[in-house]
């Protein structure tokens, strides 16, 4: 790891922008990410029957069932550019149900990076 890394975790709600994203990150230089299944946790207690607003919502909002995390580790002077790509394509993280954005230092990274 020569340069300052950055983890970027993408909790995405609007799975729909996936495929999108993926393609407009590779243009930027983004050479890997890793997704996983996710569900939040109001989405769970709602299923659970615990609060009649989980259950309600579960009606109302059936489209959001299962969100997606995605894992990049970035060079950090790929951040900005990242989270400006993350933001036009999502059509903007300010609304509701779009998605989260956070970033973590890296401080060490093992394992072979890149085939170069």
Known sequence: ?????????????????LDYLFEELIQIG????????????????????HSIFGSLRMLVDSDTESSKMV???????LVEAV????DRV?????????GVLIGLPISFFD???DKE
């Open 90 to 98: 999502l059509g903007g993280l300010h609304k509701p149900d779009t």
């Open 30 to 49: 983004v050479k890997g990410a890793t997704v996983v299944d996710s569900k939040g946790m109001a989405r769970i207690v709602g299923e659970e029957g």
């Open 1 to 17: 790891m020569n340069k300052p890394m950055q983890l970027l975790i993408l909790v995405l709600n609007k799975v729909e922008c």
């Open 71 to 77: 894992f990049m580790a970035v060079n950090d002077d």
């Open 111 to 113: 394992g072979k990076v």
């Open 83 to 86: 989270r400006a790509t993350v």
